[in-house]
């Protein structure tokens, strides 16, 4: 969890590395948390990460260590949202899914993180695969603008895809019947099925996502220093011991 929605890293230590100098004069990384990556801690008002979004906070974590500065997260709705915080430079820095229309506009470290999308379904469906779901008066339940919606927009040929813009929302829409599925990550899906007696998660998938770190484009020497970082957090094991220490079901470490 974050206190004060910071991670304080400050030390007189580490060499200033040329190409993330202005960071370190700024004192902090700022990185983009979009929900369902975090919730918030009602009483204390810390920020807990969930799935890809523990991933974001320990990464970032190492990283602000490694430059003797703190990590800010920056909390955010929407995928759409965060993606606009780094490309603006609003925020240095985000953690999505490698998708052609992000790498358009935003540069992105090798992968870290893959994860499958499938589909959850309610008590007594006869959807028993994601073919079967693509048929005639289907409507499968989506996040809009989130790695998952693309790709099965880019898959789905006879369902129809119904979008809200928040997770929740779309929880709220499958659960009131008004679709037959929920298309997104299988760990976000996993933790859904639990709030929904007799819901089930499909065994098999429709893409798996490779998630990079997000920078702005046009700071070479930024994505210099990102692209080191991650094939160092490879090497060491520090990508696969936060996810086993997070207890992340459904996410590995990108090879």
Known sequence: ?????????????????????????AGEVRFSLFLPQYRKDAATGGIHGVGMGHVG???????????????????LKTPLQAVTCVKSGECDLGYFGIEPSRAAVLDFSPPIIQFDYTLLVPAGSKIDSFAAADRPGIRIAVVNNHASTFALKRMVQRAEIIGTDLPEETFANFCAGRADAFAAPRDHLLDFAERLPGARVLDDGYGVNNVGIALAQGRPERLGFINDFV?????????????EQGRLRGLRAAP
Do not use: F
């Not at 969890?1 to 004069?25: C, F, K, Q, W, Y």
């Not at 094939?231 to 936060?242: E, F, H, Q, T």
């Open 1 to 25: 969890m974050l206190e004060d929605a910071t991670i304080s890293n400050r030390t007189d230590g580490p060499a200033v590395d040329p190409r993330m100098a202005d960071i370190v004069h």
């Open 57 to 75: 906070i320990e990464m970032t974590r190492a990283i602000a260590a490694q430059l003797g500065v703190t990590a800010r997260p920056i909390e």
């Open 231 to 243: 094939v160092a957090a490879k090497s060491s094991g520090l990508i696969a011991r936060i996810i």
